[in-house]
């Protein structure tokens, strides 16, 4: 099975952005810990309130889903969504 690369985007509440930023380092601490796969977050240059996590080299999906749902519920990250708001999740893979 060819590695798995995540990217997951959604907008964030409006003042949130350093509290959100340490839950955050904190999952991907703990996701690092439990998966061995690191992670990194961004900002859409263009809008500060939509944030996106990536996650690469993801070799086992199932247990990497697994692992992060509970760290996202863990770590209480749906507080920091803006008002109707939903993370978004997208796993690429190579093309060959």
């Known amino acids: 099975m060819p590695l798995s ?4 985007y959604y907008p964030v509440r ?3 952005e350093a509290d959100l930023a340490h839950a955050l380092y904190n999952l991907q601490d703990d996701l690092r810990h439990r998966t ?5 977050f961004l900002r859409k240059a263009d ?3 939509t944030w996106m996590e990536i996650y690469e080299n993801v070799a086992d999906p199932v247990a ?3 692992a992060l749902e509970q760290a996202v519920e863990r770590h209480g990250l749906d507080r920091f969504l803006d008002e109707g708001g939903r993370r978004h999740s997208e796993r ?3 093309c060959a």
Do not use: E, Q, T
């Open 14 to 16: 409006i003042g949130m």
């Open 47 to 49: 809008d500060p309130w």
């Open 36 to 40: 061995g796969v690191s992670g990194r």
């Open 5 to 8: 690369h995540y990217y997951i």
């Open 92 to 94: 690429f893979v190579p």
């Open 64 to 66: 990497f889903d697994a």
